[in-house]
Protein backbone atom coordinates (compact mmCIF):
# COMPACT_ATOMS: atom_id res chain seq x y z
CA UNK A 1 0.00 0.00 0.00
CA UNK A 2 1.25 3.05 -0.92
CA UNK A 3 1.89 6.11 1.17
CA UNK A 4 -0.63 9.15 0.47
CA UNK A 5 0.58 12.02 -1.46
CA UNK A 6 0.87 15.53 0.79
CA UNK A 7 -1.41 17.75 1.19
CA UNK A 8 1.38 21.26 0.84
CA UNK A 9 3.82 19.15 -1.91
CA UNK A 10 6.08 22.59 -1.21
CA UNK A 11 7.18 21.29 2.53
CA UNK A 12 8.54 18.01 0.75
CA UNK A 13 12.53 17.21 1.09
CA UNK A 14 13.57 16.33 -2.44
CA UNK A 15 17.25 17.95 -2.86
CA UNK A 16 19.70 16.68 -1.21
CA UNK A 17 22.82 18.94 -0.41
CA UNK A 18 25.88 17.03 0.80
CA UNK A 19 29.00 19.18 2.75
CA UNK A 20 31.86 18.86 5.03
CA UNK A 21 32.21 20.44 8.09
CA UNK A 22 35.44 20.28 10.73
CA UNK A 23 35.15 18.67 14.27
CA UNK A 24 34.48 21.86 16.09
CA UNK A 25 31.60 23.15 13.49
CA UNK A 26 30.31 19.75 13.98
CA UNK A 27 30.46 19.26 17.87
CA UNK A 28 28.74 22.92 17.51
CA UNK A 29 26.00 21.70 15.44
CA UNK A 30 25.45 18.39 17.50
CA UNK A 31 25.45 19.60 21.21
CA UNK A 32 22.58 22.53 19.57
CA UNK A 33 20.83 19.53 17.80
CA UNK A 34 20.86 17.69 21.27
CA UNK A 35 19.30 20.95 23.19
CA UNK A 36 16.72 21.81 21.03
CA UNK A 37 13.73 20.19 18.76
CA UNK A 38 15.62 19.24 16.11
CA UNK A 39 16.04 15.60 16.02
CA UNK A 40 19.83 15.29 13.94
CA UNK A 41 22.18 17.61 13.07
CA UNK A 42 21.46 18.17 9.83
CA UNK A 43 17.92 19.28 10.73
CA UNK A 44 19.97 21.91 12.42
CA UNK A 45 21.59 22.82 9.48
CA UNK A 46 18.65 23.26 7.64
CA UNK A 47 16.70 25.28 10.11
CA UNK A 48 19.95 27.44 10.08
CA UNK A 49 20.16 27.55 5.97
CA UNK A 50 16.57 28.43 5.97
CA UNK A 51 16.47 30.49 8.84
CA UNK A 52 13.98 29.19 10.77
CA UNK A 53 13.68 29.42 14.67
CA UNK A 54 15.49 27.18 16.74
CA UNK A 55 13.93 25.99 19.92
CA UNK A 56 16.76 25.14 22.52
CA UNK A 57 15.66 23.72 25.92
CA UNK A 58 17.73 24.51 29.33
CA UNK A 59 16.93 22.56 32.71
CA UNK A 60 17.62 24.95 35.81
CA UNK A 61 19.53 22.75 38.05
CA UNK A 62 18.78 25.24 41.45
Same mark, same amino acid.
Given at each position: ? !?? =? =? *??? !? /?????H? +? #?? #???E =? +?Y? #?L?? @?? #?N?D?? *??G???? =? @???? /?K?????????
Amino acid at each position: M !PR =K =K *SIN !P /ETILTHF +V #RT #RVTE =K +VYL #RLDK @IS #RNSDCH *SVGGVAR =K @ILSQ /EKITLFYKDMT
